[in-house]
């Protein structure tokens, strides 16, 4: 059998190489996200109206996506965190100091949080989380404003109906499991239930709460 410390090390590159994955396709959704909807909104001055309808449902599926890609990033920190620990418990000194650095100066982990945005170790990574975020709306909200119109003088009463109950509908539902997973914490939640239960009750849970 292998000894611990090539176990853990193995799952650590591995966990590693998934929050570099996840990062990069987190970047790629935000510019593609942001590249249509600029389109859409350019297209639909220039040409058909009825593109704006388009908008909120492109911010919508845009913001989904990008937790998506971060929800990966969190649960690949709090793996790799652990086998840090585990790590250096085994060499008998702290040398696995990442998930330290991580906590300071990305996001904490183990604290309340909308996706990777926290006020408790507010960063800059938080601020660019809250910038999206409100990005993110604002191209909703201007895209509802420019679908109004369209709807009352375009599409039809029925159809328009069927839009707007199905867009609200579907973000209602968004932002209930989405408070649910990450501020309420159910998320991490399963994941430290496991961790504990691997590894034992994390030794720095005091320093990250």
């Known amino acids: 059998m292998a000894p611990i410390?090539?176990?853990?090390?193995a799952q650590l590159a591995r966990m590693r190489s998934?929050?570099?994955?996840y990062h990069?396709?987190?970047?790629a959704d935000i510019r593609?996200?942001?590249?249509?909807?600029?389109?859409?909104l350019a297209a639909g001055f220039a040409l058909d109206d009825?593109?704006?309808?388009?908008?909120?449902?492109v911010a919508l599926l845009g913001g989904c996506q990008t937790a998506f890609d971060a929800s990966y990033l969190i649960f690949s920190r709090q793996y790799a965190a652990r086998l840090e620990r585990l790590i250096d418990v085994e060499l008998g000194r702290d040398v696995l100091v990442a998930h330290r650095l991580?906590?300071?100066?990305?996001?904490?982990?183990?604290?309340?949080?909308?996706?990777?945005?926290?006020?408790?170790?507010?960063?800059?990574?938080?601020?660019m989380t809250a910038l999206y975020?409100?990005?993110?709306?604002?191209?909703y909200v201007t895209g509802l404003a420019l679908s109004l119109p369209v709807i009352a003088s375009g599409i039809g009463a029925a159809a328009g109906t069927a839009y707007l109950v199905t867009l609200g509908v579907a973000t209602v539902a968004a932002l209930g499991v989405g408070l649910w997973w990450?501020?309420?914490?159910?998320?991490?939640?399963?994941?430290?239930?496991?961790?504990?239960?691997?590894f034992g009750t994390d030794r720095d849970a005091a320093t990250t709460a």
């Open 5 to 9: 410390l090539d176990v853990a090390g």
């Open 50 to 57: 009825r593109l704006f309808l388009a908008l909120p449902v």
């Open 182 to 198: 990450f501020p309420g914490g159910e998320g991490e939640d399963r994941l430290r239930r496991i961790l504990d239960d691997a």
């Open 32 to 40: 593609f996200t942001m590249l249509v909807s600029l389109g859409l």
């Open 102 to 127: 991580e906590d300071a100066y990305l996001f904490p982990l183990d604290r309340p949080k909308i996706v990777t945005f926290t006020l408790s170790g507010f960063s800059w990574f938080g601020f």
């Open 18 to 21: 998934m929050n570099a994955a």
């Open 24 to 27: 990069q396709r987190f970047f």
């Open 133 to 139: 975020t409100l990005a993110g709306v604002a191209v």
